[in-house]
């Protein structure tokens, strides 16, 4: 019997989604800093309800349940819908969302490894379609907030829906950057003056600079530990940053700089921890810079010229289809062989 | 990029040495057996000699049981153009010829010659050859007999890679010293202690290559032998670059070798002999220097005992030896060694059983244990985090190698280039999901390869069997015409009662002209029944020839064209034993039956026509030989008897149908993929 290698050197499957999870904390620490504690009950229940859901689909279909539960994957999907989503959104929101990722988008698919979309983007545009005035419910950073809730009074919110004694839901919430530029453009204003409003920071959001910025600490951590390779998130960010450039360049007054886009909205948990699912993204080295630099554009131009404020989700879904088509014609010379 | 691509060319030049993509660097494990030098075993009680050492043609045996052969005395002559021979390797009696399992992942048995030693280890007269004043092409032609082989688990007969004529294109010859799999270390010791036989070898292999220079590569863990190996090219004052390549698994392919040391790609259709390479083995060109200057054939080889045995050591080992012998020598495995493993870690084999002898292949045997080699978790699915493509050195794209092996799909398979892969393992040792990504490689190549012979066999067979298929029309066209001119001949004899003698000169139609043949049987009726029967009685029988020779063809495992033969053979035998038998039955049936029948009286007649007329209620076609013999039985014998072969004959039909559809079908996948 011939069934060498009969060495092995190999992290699990777990041990590498537990470290992307493990890469996502400083993130999430900057994110209950700036936001409140909000953000850690979405995701409890995000987690809780991806592990049922997983736990229920490999009952039904018969496989077994330990070994995939214990892979952390749909424990990843749970945690970037959470922290995708408005942290005070009601509570069935998350549970909706991260039960139609796991069961619909990942386990009728077949699973670990077969799913061909990101389940958490497929989450995330399923809840954006189906309850849009609550997916854009953001909360003000609460150094903005005109009256900053508590993590009881979040918590209060999340599970009733009901706000502190005489305090306004417009109190609590503000528009994103993007959301705010999308809409004041609209209005015929210029972004020089656009920026000058109170939800702008040095960077992107004010506040949110900070939790990107966190997000990119954690994925440079991916990319030393070698979860991830350098191709996608470079691919990415290098893109996007290219073609905000040129339409900043060409008229300033109309299109945001470049690095507010790099640290807006998704950009950084796209780079670092979306377009890097192995799963639904293409596998070769070129396929990856392709991949990633498609959903840059697409991201771009719908946050420029389509009907959301971010696009991240859209344009990551529409470069999933693209993958084996990306794959089938980025294959790398072999060994011996002209190209 | 590309200024970078440059920049790091250039400091790769600098370097001297061109890395190759992917690569992995397991733990070394080569201490273990590097504390001793290379030990020597006494010799054994006996000495099993597979005749299957060697890629190639069985050799052909020399000696009979009983038979006295001295140490290095050659017992089994290669046989055709890829083959070695095989020679004694003590002196002693040949005490048996039979089938031993053999250390193959077969584990199957094989023809081995074994020689019970008596002890004096006496050798033949040794002729060492002056090969510095002898023509390239005898220096060649005596190699065939020398039995060597490459040494570094290729096993591919050395001759082959000089060309008979002595005459070849190489200008660079590359001496393989990588040694790169975990554990292996005999190249090691081999280099550390023959340092001297290395380099006197070289010469040899380069003269016979007529090679203008040598390099050595040597991976940077072994930095003993990169230095005995410098003292004594030093000391012999010959001109042979020593190359540090990096450690990492796997340098010592010769592809990747070759471009280690050279930067040269060698294309994935060409011998490395095209583009002007050859690479030999370290312990290949020592064996060279053994045969021509000493005249020692290739009868031992150092072989690393390690794993979990108590010292770990390197051993001159004479072929032949049985596995238990090295084992104990290394001071015997310990409490919870499971089995044993020949090659190292990363591309050796479970050996099928302890019992086996050590041969040209065997570079290491590994005692293998649960803590050494844990068992590997059940597989989970891939995540397609393409860590295998990183990790393969030939740039295959494993994970979809891996999904189309899975899947069956062979072609896609060929297209991503599944042939190149070289199963070194690099991306099973780096999946995350535990999955045994070079045992789907293993089972897509043979898979494919079976198709393909299958395809080659069935189209072989299928026309064959057309041409059978005219042969025997043309034969049936004869043997009618013959029969309707005896039988003519036989009617004009007779009393003129009967009527309705159609002279037929020609029978092409069969069942049908037979069901419609009213009951009043005449002579000539009877013999062109019976010539028909006789026909499709050969058809039958040359169709089932054809199928048996088609589906035993497609199970017959690729190597092994012998049992292939056989089935040939036999089914042809059996053609024959059919075609006997139905010319018996038609001889009967000419010879006798027509006279019974047509000095049969009236009653006699009527039951016959009944007869026919029960046959044709219950769908016989074909008339049988039995009836033919025996036309007037009974009615409920006959009844039955009828009843019985329609079965028969139906159950017979079906099985044919259905093995027509199956090798119609598995033509049809083949084509498809």
């Known amino acids: ?339 | 990029m590309n200024a970078i691509v440059n920049i790091v060319s250039l400091f790769k030049s600098a370097k001297d040495i061109f890395p190759f993509h992917g690569g992995v660097h397991p733990p070394e494990n080569k201490a273990q057996s590097t504390q001793l030098p290379i030990g020597q075993l006494p010799i054994p009680e006996k000495i099993v000699l597979p005749l299957r050492q060697h890629v190639g043609n069985i050799p052909k045996i020399k000696v009979s049981v009983g038979d006295y052969v001295l140490k290095g005395q050659l017992i089994a002559e290669a046989e055709g153009t890829v083959s070695a021979a095989i020679h004694g390797s003590t002196s002693g009696t040949v005490s048996a010829i039979s089938d031993a399992i053999i250390p193959h992942p077969s584990g199957l048995p094989d023809r081995c010659i074994t020689i019970a030693p008596d002890g004096l280890d006496k050798w033949i007269e040794k002729t060492p050859q002056d090969w510095r004043n002898a023509e390239r092409k005898s220096l060649v032609a005596s190699l065939r007999l020398s039995g060597i082989v490459g040494l570094g688990g290729a096993t591919f007969p050395t001759h082959i890679k000089l060309r008979a004529d002595g005459k070849s294109g190489v200008h660079t010859l590359v001496i393989n010293a990588a040694e790169c799999e975990p554990y292996i270390t005999c190249d090691d010791m081999l280099m550390r202690e023959r340092a001297d036989e290395i380099v006197k070898g070289v010469a040899i292999a380069q003269y016979l290559l007529g090679a203008e220079k040598v390099m050595i590569g040597v991976e940077d863990n072994k930095p003993e032998a990169a230095d005995a190996l410098k003292t004594a090219i030093n000391k012999l004052n010959a001109q042979i670059q020593v190359k540090i390549v990096p450690t990492l698994y796997p340098s010592g392919d010769a592809r990747r070798l070759v471009h280690l040391v050279l930067g040269t790609e060698i294309p994935y259709d060409k011998r490395s002999t095209e583009v002007g390479l050859q690479v030999f083995n370290v312990a290949t060109v020592v064996a060279l220097y053994r045969y021509f200057e000493l005249g020692e054939p290739s009868i031992s080889r150092i072989v690393s005992m390690t794993g979990n045995v108590q010292k770990p050591q390197n051993f001159e080992v004479l072929f032949g030896t049985p596995m238990l012998h090295l084992v104990q020598a290394a001071g015997g495995a310990k409490a919870n060694t499971t089995h044993f493993i020949m090659g190292g870690p990363m591309m050796g084999f479970d050996l099928p059983t302890a019992e086996v002898p050590i041969t040209k292949a065997a570079n290491c045997i590994i005692a293998a244990s649960p803590t050494l080699f844990e068992q590997p978790p059940p597989a989970m699915p891939c995540i397609r985090c393409a860590r295998c493509a990183d990790a393969c050195p030939v740039n295959l794209q494993p994970q979809e190698l891996y999904w189309f092996a899975k899947s069956d799909n062979f072609e896609k398979a060929n297209d991503y280039k599944l042939f190149d892969c070289i199963e070194c393992g690099a991306c099973s040792y780096v999946c995350p999901s535990d999955i045994p990504l070079v045992q789907y490689y293993r089972y897509a190549k043979s898979e494919i390869i079976a198709l393909d012979k299958a395809k080659e066999a069935a189209d072989l067979a299928r026309e064959r069997n057309d041409f059978r298929l005219a042969r025997i029309e043309r034969e049936k066209q004869e043997r009618a015409q013959k029969h309707a001119e005896r039988a003519q001949a036989g009617k004009a004899e007779a009393a003129k009662t009967e009527t309705g003698t159609k002279a037929e000169p020609k029978i092409d139609q069969s069942d049908e002209k037979l069901n419609t043949n009213n009951g009043l049987t005449s002579g000539a009726d009877d013999a062109k029944k019976a010539a028909i029967a006789a026909a499709i009685e050969r058809a039958k029988a040359l169709k089932a020839a054809a199928q048996t020779e088609a589906t035993t063809e497609q199970k017959v495992k690729p190597e092994k064209s012998a049992p292939a033969d056989d089935a040939a053979k036999k089914a042809l035998i059996a053609a024959a034993i059919e075609r006997a038998k139905a010319q018996k039955a038609a001889a009967l049936a000419t010879g006798n039956i027509p006279k019974n029948v047509a000095d049969a009286a009236e009653p006699v007649k009527k039951e016959i026509a009944e007869i026919e007329a029960r046959r044709q209620s219950v769908g016989l076609a074909e008339p049988k030989e039995a009836e033919l013999i025996t036309p007037n039985n009974t009615d409920a014998a006959a009844d039955k008897q009828a009843l019985i072969a329609a079965a028969i004959a139906r159950a017979k039909a079906q099985k044919a149908a259905a093995d027509a559809a199956k090798l119609a079908q598995s033509d049809i996948k083949t084509e498809k993929e």
């Open chain 1, 1 to 339: 019997m011939n069934r060498s290698p009969y060495i092995s050197n190999a992290p699990s499957v777990g041990s590498i989604m537990f470290k992307v999870l493990l890469a996502l904390v400083p993130g999430i620490a900057a994110y209950v800093w700036i936001y409140g504690g909000g953000i850690l009950v979405t995701l409890t229940l995000a987690t809780i309800t991806a592990l049922a859901a997983e736990a229920a689909m490999l009952k039904l279909r018969k496989r077994p349940i330990q070994p995939f539960l214990m892979d952390y994957s749909a424990v990843v999907t749970a945690w970037l819908l959470a922290l995708a989503i408005p942290p005070i959104a009601p509570w069935w929101l998350i549970v909706v969302g991260t039960f139609f990722a796991i069961v619909v988008a990942k386990q009728l698919y077949g699973g670990l490894g077969y799913n061909p979309f990101n389940p958490a983007m497929i989450g995330y545009a399923v809840l954006l379609i189906s309850f849009p005035v609550l997916m854009t419910k953001w909360p003000a950073a609460l150094q903005l907030a005109q009256t900053p809730l508590s993590f009881g009074d979040q918590l209060h919110l999340i599970f009733s829906g009901v706000l502190p004694q005489g305090v306004q839901i417009d109190a609590v919430t503000s528009a994103t950057p993007l959301d705010y530029l999308k809409t004041q453009l609209m209005l015929k204003h210029e972004v020089g003056s656009i920026t000058q409003a109170p939800v702008f920071g040095v960077l992107g959001g004010k506040g949110n600079e900070w939790v990107t910025g966190a997000y990119l600490l954690g994925g440079l951590y991916l990319w030393q530990q070698k979860i991830i390779s350098w191709h996608l998130p470079t691919a990415f960010l290098a893109a996007l940053a290219m073609i905000s450039g040129v339409f900043w360049l060409v008229n300033p007054a109309h299109f945001a700089s470049p690095l507010f886009h790099l640290f807006s909205g998704a950009s950084m948990l796209c780079a670092f921890f979306i377009i890097t699912d192995p799963v639904s993204g293409p596998t070769t080295p070129k396929g990856k810079l392709y991949f990633a630099a498609g959903v840059a554009v697409i991201a771009y131009l719908i946050r420029v010229y389509g009907g959301y404020p971010d696009g991240i989700a859209f344009a990551v879904i529409f470069m999933n289809i693209c993958v084996p088509l990306i794959d089938a014609h980025t294959q790398p010379r072999v060994f011996g062989h002209e190209k």
